[in-house]
Structures are given as C-alpha cells and as structure tokens.
T-cell receptor, first 117, second 116 residues
Framework: AQKITQTQPGMFVQEKEAVTLDCTYDTSDPSYGLFWYKQPSSGEMIFLIYQGSYDQQNATEGRYSLNFQKARKSANLVISASQLGDSAMYFCAMGSLSGGGADGLTFGKGTHLIIQP | DAGVTQSPTHLIKTRGQQVTLRCSPISGHKSVSWYQQVLGQGPQFIFQYYEKEERGRGNFPDRFSARQFPNYSSELNVNALLLGDSALYLC???????????????FGSGTRLTVV
C-alpha cells in the first residue's frame, strides 16, 4: 500500500518569499512517480511537477522545484518568489509505475497555502 | 484543445437516488480515472479505465460503477446514494494507463455532488 503524508495543514507566506511544502511517502514499489498538484477554489487539479523514482536529478518547472530525497522518502515542493496567485491547496501524490496504474494515484491531505501581500 | 470536460458541474440528489456523472477526456487520451474528494481531504481513487476496460478499482462499494465508451468518454454511476457520497468527483485523463511525466494525468474541474 502507498501512503502520502503532508504535515502542514496550512501555511502563511509573504509575497515574493520562497516556500517549501513538505511531503513524505511510503511505498514498497521499486518504481513510482511523485506528483504535485495545485487546487484553487474552483476545484480543478492543476499539475505542477513530476519526479520519477529513478530520475537522477531533481525536477524543475519554472518557479517550481521538487526536492527529492529518496533515502528519506521525501518529495518537498519548493516555490520560489511566491505570488498572490499561488494561494491554493497543494497536494502531493504518488503512483506506481510498475502496476500499470491499477491503484491510481494516492494523494495526501493537502496543504492550504496563503500568500500575503 | 479542450481539456477534460465533466458534466454536470453541480448536482443535488436525495438519499437513495441514483446519479450518473460524465467525463470527456482530452482528445487522444485513452485512459480515464475517477476520484472522490470529500471536503477537507485529498482525492481518493475510485476507478481507472483504459481502452474501455477496467484496469483498476479503489476501495469503494459496489454501489459505484463506471464504464468507458468507444470514444473514450466515461460515466460514473452511483446507486442508492448516501449522505456520505457528497463530494467533488474528479475525472482525470491520460494517454496511457500509467501516468508519467511524458503523459501525466490531466484533471477536469469536477462535479460537485450534494446528497440531501
């Protein structure tokens, strides 16, 4: 079974500051993918960044980077130079790459990020 | 290109009724997954369909069923609705049945179901 833990229910951050959202995971799968999604109040899950378990380098997508520490089973999201529009729920998720997606994605409970001007 | 389209956007049903939710994937995507997101929680996996076949099922009762059509659109059916079925139901599409950076999962805006 897979498990995602997000320990920060809510965070307040000043605009233009960097922010780190924590995510730890547990799985017995040798091959897996880690995802971060943003969910604004409209409800849509917006894909931000992906890290494969065998990727040697940490993933980056614009202002988003994923701090992947495999031995510690952590996959923290770093947002540089935060903006007011970054205020939303953020979910960490993982999926098996060896099971053909039969178990879908496992999500954490999310972190509510609020950017203050 | 249109993204993942879900209908209806909002729905109110009475306990015991049945409901059908619809999802149209991104053009060219062959896999559709369904998730239930209750208030304050992350989404929970319900089903995955690929090439019209069920490829995975989460821990949901048999009241939940789904199917995928030849055009890859999908329907989620829930029978004998309970108050606890009130949630945002999200549909995600992907090219293949394993989401990777190359394919990813693209989510729709969801159907918000309220059972009264």
């Amino acid at each position: 079974a897979q498990k995602i833990t997000q320990t920060q229910p809510g965070m307040f951050v000043q605009e233009k500051e960097a922010v780190t959202l924590d995510c730890t995971y547990d799985t017995s799968d040798p091959s897996y993918g880690l995802f971060w999604y943003k969910q604004p109040s409209s409800g849509e899950m917006i894909f931000l960044i992906y890290q494969g378990s065998y990727d040697q380098q940490n993933a980056t997508e614009g202002r988003y980077s994923l701090n992947f520490q495999k031995a510690r089973k952590s996959a923290n999201l770093v947002i540089s130079a935060s903006q007011l529009g970054d205020s939303a729920m953020y979910f960490c998720a993982m999926g098996s790459l060896s099971g053909g997606g039969a178990d879908g994605l496992t999500f954490g409970k999310g972190t509510h990020l609020i950017i203050q001007p | 290109d249109a993204g993942v389209t879900q209908s209806p956007t909002h729905l109110i049903k009475t306990r015991g009724q049945q409901v059908t939710l619809r999802c149209s994937p991104i053009s060219g995507h062959k896999s559709v997954s369904w998730y239930q997101q209750v208030l304050g929680q992350g989404p929970q996996f319900i089903f995955q369909y690929y090439e019209k076949e069920e490829r995975g099922r989460g821990n949901f009762p048999d009241r939940f069923s789904a199917r995928q059509f030849p055009n890859y659109s999908s329907e989620l059916n829930v029978n004998a609705l309970l108050l606890g079925d009130s949630a945002l139901y999200l549909c995600a599409s992907s090219l293949e049945h394993t989401g990777t950076a190359a394919y990813g999962y693209t989510f729709g805006s969801g159907t918000r179901l309220t059972v009264v």
